[in-house]
């Protein structure tokens, strides 16, 4: 548990060395002890035996204040014992709860139909806390603790995004490309020599191949905030045999050799998009994603899971026995926000065995369908850009990384748009133009 403690207070004092700073914060309610440190911050009862793993471990609502960020465990009350600072305010229980998604496992019972813990079930969502990273708020709190116990070095930095990942899911890439496709839209009544056209035709024609346009969004952006801060990653399936991994594609197939070509010449990486079948049962993740890199030809270290459905935080265990780094999955698909309390990449921990992974979790900051779908966010084309910039504005804010996750069928200027709103292609420009100006 020290480990994991030690690496909670590094992490939320963050910056370039904090690991030199991590020894004058104390985790303890020892009288005794109090002196070694700068700040001490004094437990909550959530680690405790007996309390740890239950139901009397969840926060109550509404949550108190320290400072104006609210608070999950302990209470605001702050005092000086000599010349250290003493803090009730126990920000590690609450972090770690945030980061671990501790309640997720206290709530097994909560699920929607995909298996996923809905969002407007999490306490940030109740608490109305969800658009803020609060853990990150709780690192700026303790840079400040630290300043007034005379650490001077516990600056904060700048403000700036450190990372952008333009990412893309390869669900449907291909709108009429198949015999099957072709007997749909002949069937559909939408015209045997339409679709005959698109069929035969080139696949930058088909209306779902909007893959060189995303990529060129992304190439503009590169050039204006470099190529180290800015990434494009087309996330692809191999296996899943379930409705919802429909349309089921082959790597091989000459369209899809076309496209891993095209991520080559744009510098996009290719990522395991993990797929609904293994999602539901994750031992298949292992030989999916070996399949991936078999037909690829390339090792393959990023994963995020089709319809975000990683359903429950040990799952991640699966991830990281198939060799994947990073993933880029976990942001709730009803609300966009902070579902691990941080805009920041964090190692995963889990809060079962309480075990730190080498896996890292990138968290996603905004999904296209997540901010228009009537039964997620609902929101409008001028409300879905203000509620994305001032999620933009708080990663900026607290130094961390803007993941987009936008699907190419999204943004098709062509007959059949797959979402039910024509706006997707104008808001990721939109965005784009923001994040250049940042
Ligand atoms: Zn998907």
Known sequence: ??????????????GEKPGELVSLVGYTSDIYKISNYRVVIVPSPFFSDGIYGTDASLPKLPLEEVDGTPLLFGSPKIEWVND?????????????????????????????EHGRFPGKQSLPYKAGVLHRPIVDEYGRLLR???????????????????????????????????????????????????????????LKDD?????????????????????????SVLFFKDGGTSAFDKPHYHILSKDMQDLLRLCETAHARIGFHCSYDAGMTPSLVVSEKNALEKHTGKKITLNRHHYLASREPEDMDWLEKAGITDDFTIGYADIAGFRLGTSRPVHWINPENRRISPL???????????????NYMGFGYEEALVYALQLIEKVNEFNGEVVLLWHNDAVTTGAKPAVSVDWHRTLFSAIIKELKEE
């Not at 207070?9 to 963050?14: E, N, P, S, V």
């Not at 779902?208 to 180290?228: A, I, M, S």
């Not at 890292?360 to 009537?374: A, K, V």
């Open 144 to 202: 400040k603790w630290l300043r007034e116990a005379r650490v001077t070095k516990a600056v904060d930095q700048q403000p700036q995004i450190k990372k952008i990942w333009l990412t893309h899911d390869v669900d449907a890439p291909f709108y009429c490309r198949t015999f099957r496709n072709l007997c749909r839209e002949t069937l559909k009544g939408s015209g045997f020599f339409n679709a005959w056209k698109m069929f035969t035709g080139e």
């Open 84 to 112: 250290v600072l003493v803090v009730y305010a126990d920000i590690i229980a609450s972090a770690y709860f945030l980061l671990t998604r501790y309640e997720e496992i206290r709530k097994r019972n909560i699920r929607d």
């Open 1 to 14: 548990m020290n480990e994991i403690i030690s690496y909670i207070i590094r992490f939320l004092i963050g």
């Open 207 to 231: 209306p779902y191949y909007t893959f060189p346009w995303l990529l060129e969004q992304g190439e503009d952006l590169k050039n204006v905030v470099g190529r180290e801060r800015c990434e």
């Open 360 to 374: 890292i979790l990138h968290p996603l900051t905004i999904m296209d369908c997540t901010l228009n779908e009537s």
